[in-house]
């Protein structure tokens, strides 16, 4: 029963086998509740054409009597009883229906002949009514016409998307990698934006200090002193911080040449290695294929809730029943273990593909011959990484899923501190 039949305009409903299609587009002397059709004299349809879910387990569930629903058999007072009270009861009449994601959705001729049934003249302000019913529905025509035409722009700039999205960039990372294997290039780049960043710093400050000196003689004065002082100021500032960053360039004038000697050896392996570079692709499909196994765990715990049902005081006298799922707490102890194998599983996937990386670069890198190196080793890599090396990454994993978890008790035991509103709690939380 995957479909959803509103009865009420509080997005109540009950489950059904499949949307109704009724060549007559309504029959009034029918009620779609939570205990099935309920049906009066000169009803017309069949179980067979609304199939409902079975509630029966719940004792909570209303059903639909001649006095809370149909009294004296008409249309027009079973409209404002109990059971269907305007659209915000428990109960509402069968209806020509179309499916959209999942629910039932009326169709406009459907309430149409209901309206002229149950309401002729409007008393009851029925159109008005149904509108509110339908207009979760119309938010959800709106929201997958959404995606269907982001979807369908998506299908169509595909070839864009995928060319320059993955081809152009990749072809773009091993032009650039061959271009830094030029001499003279890679330190060019480096020095020149050093340079570059070290000039634009005294640039400011020099800008800076004459605009403060041509304010300060301007004749008459169009600037506060505050202004000029703010100006003279700031060059300083600008001054001092570029001869800091002229100190720092100094002293790590090393670190810098180490720094660009790795990026051109990176550059080489990558030549070497191109496999390395669709290895990232591999390494998110696999994650892909856990969150799907973990996604159907995850919807299957949730489904092991028990239902149940709390009375919604709308208006006076009239108590609407909203179901909802209670978990056990071994439910939600088996949540957290879920929780904990998402970050363990995610880490450990990032883990591999690090030692796979360093180990398929480090046979290159210490290679005597590295012309003799390409993507077979990269294969390799993988198997010798997963077969000798898989606890290091599942230990290191472990133990950064562990104070993730940690996180994640704490980001917890803050919202419960926020429901209790309590300061104290929220402060120790916040320290931690």
């Not at 008393?123 to 929201?143: F, H, Y």
């Not at 030549?271 to 994650?287: H, K, S, T």
């Not at 670069?361 to 294969?379: E, L, P, Q, T």
Request: glycine share 8%; aromatic share 16%.
């Amino acid at each position: 029963y995957p479909y959803l039949y509103y009865v009420n305009d509080f997005s109540g409903g009950v489950c059904v086998k499949e949307c109704p299609k009724l060549d007559n587009l309504t029959d009034v002397k029918t009620l779609v509740t939570y205990s099935g059709l309920y049906q009066v004299d000169g009803s017309y349809i069949t179980s067979d054409d609304i199939a409902i879910a079975d509630y029966s387990y719940n004792n909570d569930t209303l059903a639909c009597t001649e006095t809370l629903c149909y009294p004296n058999g008409d249309p027009e007072e079973s409209f404002t009883s109990y059971g269907v009270n305007m659209g915000k009861g428990f109960s509402y009449y069968a209806m020509d229906t179309y499916e959209l994601m999942w629910r039932c959705v009326f169709t406009d001729e459907a309430r149409d002949a209901v309206d002229a049934i149950v309401n002729p003249n409007d008393q009851n302000n029925l159109t008005s009514v149904i509108d509110t019913m339908a207009t979760q529905n119309e938010q959800i025509k709106q929201g997958y016409s959404i995606w269907n035409n982001l979807y369908g722009d998506l299908w169509v700039a595909r070839y864009y998307i995928l060319g320059l999205g993955f081809g152009a960039p990749l072809v773009v990372g091993f032009v650039y990698s061959l271009f830094l294997r030029i001499p003279l290039v890679l330190p060019f780049m480096v020095w020149f934006s050093v340079a570059a960043t070290i000039a634009i710093v005294f640039g400011g400050a020099y800008y800076a200090g004459e605009l403060a000196a041509e304010w300060e003689n301007a004749d008459p004065p169009m600037y506060t002193d505050d202004n000029i002082k703010v100006a003279q100021y700031g060059s300083y500032a600008l001054y001092a911080f570029g001869g800091l960053l002229v100190i720092v360039f100094l002293f790590m004038r090393k670190r810098i040449q180490l720094a660009m000697g790795c990026v051109k050896e990176a550059s080489k392996a990558i030549l070497r290695l191109p496999l390395i570079i669709v290895f990232p692709v591999i390494q998110a499909l696999g994650f892909a294929a856990f969150m799907t196994i973990w996604t159907v765990y995850c919807a299957y715990l949730a489904s092991m809730g028990e239902f149940k049902t709390q009375q919604i005081d709308t208006v006076p006298g009239l108590f609407i029943s909203v179901r909802y799922f209670e978990f056990s707490d071994f439910i939600k102890q088996c949540g957290w273990f879920m929780l904990f194998c998402f970050f363990w599983s995610g880490q450990f996937i990032i883990a591999i593909g690090e030692i796979i990386f360093a180990m398929s670069i480090s046979k290159w890198y210490f290679a005597r011959d590295k012309k003799k190196v390409g993507s077979g080793a990269v294969i390799s890599s993988i198997w010798t990484s997963i077969w000798y090396h898989t606890g290091t990454a599942a230990f290191g994993s472990l133990i950064i899923a562990i104070f993730q978890m940690i996180r994640a008790v704490i980001a917890y035991l803050q919202k419960k501190a926020d429901e209790m509103d309590s300061s104290l709690a929220k402060a120790i939380l916040c320290c931690l």
